[in-house]
């Protein structure tokens, strides 16, 4: 295969992998959520969420398991967008289910390892915004850095979170 043959493939695996990253938002939970993707690289996913009185707490402000899922579709992203080159892309008219399942690539076993959210600040409208860099990208994992802003810069949260992805069992019997 030729360098020119070579670099065009991997340049276009990768332009699958963040066509298959950006289905996630149009999906399931980011979707509920009202999450709405900025930008999507392999290095940096930005996207906002428009607050909404779902999102509230009894306090009138966004409750802590609405931020965590918010930056869980954001390491995933990030994670399908590093997954293994042509494996488990999603294609537009495939339909997830909803939760974890969505932030899987198609054939793979895998979704969020860990968790860990530290909160600053209330979250308050009218929009947040998200920022998931990685810290880490292995084979089988890779790690994300979520920092969740008010309008105003102020941080709400930073969610680090260890994101799996796992080839398909090689057993061949469809048992994960």
């Not at 918010?70 to 080159?85: I, Q, S, T």
């Amino acid at each position: 295969m030729s360098k020119s043959h070579s670099a065009r493939r991997r340049k276009d695996t990768r332009a699958a992998r963040l066509r298959s990253a950006r289905e996630l938002f149009r999906i399931g939970l980011p979707r509920v959520l009202g999450v709405r993707l900025c930008s999507l690289a392999s290095e940096k996913v930005v996207a906002e969420m428009v607050v909404k009185p779902a999102h509230f707490n009894r306090n009138r402000r966004v409750g802590g398991g609405v931020l965590m899922a918010f930056a869980d579709v954001m390491g995933a992203a990030g994670a399908v967008a590093n997954r293994p080159l042509g494996i488990g892309l999603l294609s537009p008219r495939q339909v997830v289910p909803a939760g974890v399942v969505a932030n899987r690539p198609l054939g793979f076993r895998g979704g969020t390892l860990e968790s860990k959210t530290n909160f600053f600040a209330a979250g308050t409208g009218p929009v947040l915004t998200a920022v998931a860099v990685p810290l880490h990208i292995g084979r089988t994992t890779s790690v994300w850095q979520t920092t969740i802003r008010n309008k105003g810069g102020k941080v709400v949260a930073i969610v680090t979170q260890t994101q799996m992805s796992l080839p398909p069992a090689l057993s061949g019997d469809g048992q994960d």
